[in-house]
């Protein structure tokens, strides 16, 4: 266990005309090895509870374990905050817009520097983390964040992040803003990060199609409570409960129930666009004698430009 | 917006927010002189009534009021120990080394921590009761004559109305800037004071950055809505005095010659002597 | 009758001396009155730069914009045609001047002299448009992205212009404030006849267009209705854009020797074509 959140209440502006109940008791286990979505409309209160796993808002009433930290509103013992926060990275939302240091190099030093690593730790793990999102090294550490674009911009200040070796990476709408080939580079990038740098990554989307492309388990956010945490494939059994809540579910499942109700069979389980295509081809080859191989359907049909492609060539046109 | 913060504006439908901008401007303006010319106890304990009746028409509740002195309460405490060492006169109550602290200097500064509570939860009354649109208004109405002498009354205004806008937008961007940093392991609470003033760089650059980032895209808003298309440019809203609004004058003219009287009447020394003692006590 | 009109139009950033941007390149295009035009393309496309070109925020270097008639180059008449083209941009929070909210609406009816009792009433009018009457006399700090972008909507059409073009002002928001927001644009364009051109990221969005334009390195590489553009899915990857969800299911399937047709647009068509074959 990575992170367990106890009873989680938070108020903002208390007692005020603009007090505002953000979370009402929240429990949560996060799991080593999540690949957690967490979605829900603005407001829900998904942005309030992150901010709490690695210490930026203080606990008023409940408790957080993350490791072998505790949180609690008591003054004393005063956590150790520099350590929670090696623990935990948080990718906000337009990280971009936070760099402020001259070159590439100095601002993703810039965590690991706050850390109190040595100067040899430091080099190696800027490097690594450049590297990690798709830049090279050589040719970007002397260039002035500014000059970059968006895109590049982006993954720097991820760099920024991932330099710390946070064992839990947390990204706030990593796509935001993006065109869709940023999106793609984004996605991909973060799948590489789960692999080879956080094994436990919690990511907040709006775009309920591209959350079910990534994550295993998700959590929904509603009027300050955990509406549902289930495994991504489970969670669509309440689809009724969500579309009340005002959330959106996957074209796929909403294609599958248009299906089904003209009266075809599909099988159960549908969630991602290659679920439903995978269904639809059984199905069509059971109708017309056909034998279609299912395999030969692409893992993510979302991107097939990008999908054949390797990291490198993802980033190539940079 | 995490915290409800000093000069924001309160709504509440009362008396005191229903009453034209200009009359508090004119009114807040008057008061702020007037509290510079309180010389004596009794003044600022009348000062103080009228205040505290002001707070209470308003409905804004006292505790948001005297919150509003949380943000100077250093340079309060600032003040105080300043005025305490070097306002010396009369009978020294207390000698060690350089320090010499007089019973003039503790009714000096006693005064000034007065003054400066007064003047402060005052102004913020103001913001408290009237949005910035009104009060650009009024200040744009109230410097009209000097549109005469090319004065651009109406860019200033908007430049005020602007500024007063963006505040909270600019706050909340410092706290997400603030938050994005120290996750990233800045340290901003701890260390000397230069420490702190260059830990404030990776914020204060991001800060600027996007502050320009606005002023941008605004000015094009501005632009795209037609700012400075005629010199007959119209208004929605027109500033109307009501019959509270006279009361006001009349109350405020009222204030300001009792306060006036006060301070140049010798009459009230010796109950002012008696309250000085009763603080002092305390 | 075209509401807008380019005319070999190229436009440069002059970064430095040496650094010269060529953003828009010869761009000829014509905007008929009443259609709902949206113009998509990757980041440094062009895209922002024609928007700021179509009310003359930006002076084209050559060729000529006009705008019903009307030269944006003319100095004069530069705000007869910033009040029929009403721009809303990105960021919601950028867009408005007052505190309150129907001051910030009546912003742009006053810089145009409108007579007091009108703006009254075009306050009430625009609020209504986009839904928001009720909060006419509240802050906008509260809200939320789409109710601020819907109310910069209706700051811009309170000086009622012929023309509301939107410049990615759906990028910010959630997929709620972005179906409010493109759903308020839409019945301007259907109830009051207003030209609509939105600049998006968000094919879904472009597909509910009359017409969509395309555009790639300050050019504009495909123009047409949405169907036969999302039909050249090949050459929207060379554009480095994509195709809507429902159409890249399509292509997939014909891939794998399904045919459905590959100018699938949305649900509903693949569900049609799907029916028969299943």
């Known amino acids: 266990m990575s992170i367990v959140v106890k009873n989680l209440q938070f108020t903002y502006s208390a007692n005020s005309p603009y007090e505002t109940r953000a979370l009402k008791d929240v429990n949560l286990t996060i799991n080593e090895g999540d690949f957690l979505g967490i979605v829900g409309h603005t407001g829900s209160g998904k942005s309030t509870f992150i901010q709490h796993l690695n210490g930026l808002i203080r606990v008023q009433e409940g408790e957080i374990e993350v490791f072998d930290i505790k949180l609690t509103n008591a003054k004393k013992p005063k956590p150790d905050l520099r350590k929670l926060r090696s623990h935990v990275g948080m990718v906000f939302q337009y990280p971009e817009y936070q760099l402020f240091e001259e070159t590439v190099y100095k601002d993703v030093a810039f965590g690991p520097k706050n850390l109190g690593l040595s100067q040899e730790e430091i080099n190696d793990r800027v490097k690594e983390a450049i590297e990690l999102v798709g830049l090279d090294y050589e040719k970007y550490k002397d260039r002035a964040p500014f000059e970059l674009s968006g895109g590049q911009k982006r993954r720097v200040a991820i760099a920024g992040i991932i330099a710390m070796k946070p064992k839990v990476l947390i990204l706030d709408e990593p796509t935001a803003g993006l065109d869709p080939s940023g999106k793609e580079q984004i996605l991909s990038l973060i799948k590489n990060l789960k692999e080879k740098c956080s094994p436990t990554i919690i990511v907040i989307s709006h775009d309920i199609d591209e959350i079910t492309r990534f994550a295993n388990r998700l959590v929904v956010f509603n009027d300050g409570k955990v509406a549902f945490d289930e495994p991504m494939k489970e969670l669509f059994k309440h689809q009724q409960e969500l579309v009340e809540m005002g959330l959106d579910i996957p074209l796929a499942i909403k294609i599958a129930n248009e299906l089904k109700a003209k009266g075809i069979k599909l099988g159960e389980n549908i969630v991602t666009m290659s679920d439903l295509l995978r269904e639809i081809v059984i199905a069509y080859n059971k109708k017309n004698g056909t034998n279609i191989d299912v395999s030969k359907i692409r893992k993510s049909v979302f991107n097939f430009d990008f999908s054949n492609s390797n990291q490198e060539e993802v980033f190539k046109d940079e | 917006m995490n915290n409800f913060s000093f000069g924001q504006y309160y709504p509440t439908n009362s008396l005191v927010h229903r009453l034209d901008p200009r009359t508090k401007l004119i009114f807040t303006f008057v008061y702020m002189i007037i509290v510079f010319l309180i010389k004596s106890y009794m003044g600022y304990l009348f000062t103080a009534v009228l205040l505290a009746s002001i707070i209470f028409t308003s409905k804004v509740p006292f505790r948001v009021v005297i919150r509003s002195i949380r943000a100077v309460l250093f340079l309060l405490f600032f003040t105080l120990i300043i005025n305490l060492l070097f306002y010396n006169e009369g009978k020294t109550v207390f000698e060690w080394n350089f320090i010499h602290i007089t019973m003039g200097g503790i009714d000096y500064s006693i005064k000034m921590l007065f003054r400066l509570t007064l003047l402060v939860m005052g102004a913020s009354m103001l913001t408290f009761t009237t949005t910035s649109t009104e009060l650009t208004d009024a200040l744009e109405a109230l410097l009209k004559p000097l549109t005469y002498i090319k004065v651009p009354v109406h860019d200033l205004a908007i430049i005020m109305s602007i500024a007063l806008r963006f505040i909270p937008t600019l706050m909340e961007e410092t706290q997400k800037i603030m938050n994005a940093q120290k996750a990233r392991g800045a340290n901003l609470d701890t260390g000397s004071f230069f420490e702190r003033i260059k830990a404030m760089l990776p914020i204060l650059i991001p800060l600027f950055v996007s502050a320009f980032r606005r002023a941008d895209e605004l000015a094009d808003a501005l632009d795209a809505r037609c700012y400075n298309a005629t010199d007959k440019r119209t208004k929605m809203k027109k500033l109307k005095f009501g019959l509270t609004d006279y009361l006001s004058f009349v109350g405020t003219i009222v204030f300001a010659v009792l306060v006036c009287l006060d301070a140049y009447m010798a009459g009230g020394a010796y109950i002012d002597g008696l309250i000085f003692s009763v603080i002092m006590g305390a | ?278």
């Not at chain 3, 980041?43 to 024609?50: A, E, P």
């Not at chain 3, 270097?61 to 721009?87: A, L, P, Q």
């Not at chain 3, 480095?240 to 949305?266: C, R």
Request: aromatic share 4%.
């Open chain 3, 1 to 278: 009758m075209s509401a807008i009109e380019l005319k070999n139009v190229s436009f440069s950033y002059v970064l430095s001396e040496t650094e010269i941007v060529r953003a828009v390149r010869n761009v000829s295009l014509e905007i008929e009155e009443g259609s709902f035009v949206a113009i998509v393309g990757h980041n440094g496309s062009g895209k922002s730069t024609l928007a700021k070109l179509l009310n003359g925020l930006l002076i084209p270097d050559k060729g000529t914009v006009k705008v019903f008639g009307i030269d944006t180059k003319e100095k004069s008449t530069i705000y007869e045609v910033r009040k029929n083209v009403g721009m809303v941009f990105q960021n919601p929070d950028n867009q408005m001047v007052a505190s309150i909210i129907e001051d910030d609406i009546a912003f742009g009816p006053e810089n145009l002299g409108v007579k007091r009792e009108e703006i009254v009433e075009r306050v009430d009018w625009a609020l209504s448009q986009v839904g928001m009457l009720e909060h006419k006399k509240g802050t906008p700090f509260k809200l939320s992205g789409g109710q601020k972008q819907r109310l910069a909507i209706a700051g811009i059409i309170a000086m009622k212009p012929k023309v509301l073009v939107l410049d990615e002002s759906t990028a910010m928001l959630d997929p709620q404030g972005r179906a409010e927001v493109m759903r308020v644009a839409h019945e301007l364009n259907k109830k009051e006849g207003m030209t609509v051109i939105c600049i998006t990221h968000y094919m879904e969005e472009a597909l509910e267009a009359d017409r969509l334009i395309v555009m790639s390195d300050g050019k504009v590489v495909l123009d047409n209705i949405p169907k036969l553009v999302f039909a050249q899915s090949k050459e929207l990857l060379d554009y480095k854009l994509t195709v809507p969800l429902a159409t890249q299911a399509a292509i997939e399937l014909e891939n794998l020797g399904i045919s459905v047709g590959k100018d699938v647009m949305n649900k509903e068509e693949l569900v049609e074509r799907l029916c028969p074959l299943l």
